[in-house]
């Protein structure tokens, strides 16, 4: 199931989180789109239709929705962090195209018999894990091959 944009309102009233018309403007603008977003690329957005919104304000909803479990955070190669509404809302991991940025869930990650493992060696608590896979998409790899150009990473 993916979050829509009145799930994702009345959830956070249910938790208790004030729902500003900032807020409301950035749950829109990353419920309205597939691709990754920095802060930077949501403000810039969220500024066309909300002009007194600041960035501190988008920084704060961010971690908001995230602490909320709406968004996945995702650390680009190219040092910055973007971010992506959650599809599907269960644990998955990204696999993202360092060519043109696509990400693609990874369902099934195989990951838990290895948490457990750590765990007994380490007799830390785990409490959970992340995965982000990056290489390049079928669609930039036959572009190249079309040009005859070198791919290029982010």
Not at 93 to 106: A, D, F, K
């Amino acid at each position: 199931m993916v979050y829509q944009y009145k799930d994702i309102l009345a959830e956070l009233r249910s938790e208790g989180y004030k729902i500003t018309p900032h807020r409301r403007t950035i749950i829109h603008i990353l419920e309205q789109t597939e691709n990754l977003m920095t802060p930077h690329e949501i403000f810039e957005r969220a500024s066309s239709l909300s002009p007194n919104i600041s960035l501190v304000t988008i920084y704060r909803t961010l971690d908001m929705l995230e602490k909320a479990g709406f968004i996945c955070r995702l650390n680009m190669d190219s040092g910055h962090t973007a971010y992506l509404l959650r599809r599907p809302r269960s644990h998955h991991h990204h696999l993202i195209c360092t060519s043109c940025g696509l990400v693609v869930n990874i369902g099934d990650c195989g990951l838990e018999e290895m948490e457990k493992s750590i765990a007994e060696n380490t007799r830390f608590t785990v409490s959970g894990h992340t995965l982000e896979m990056t290489g390049i998409c079928p669609e930039c790899r036959r572009n190249n091959q079309k040009s005859g150009g070198e791919l290029k990473y982010s």
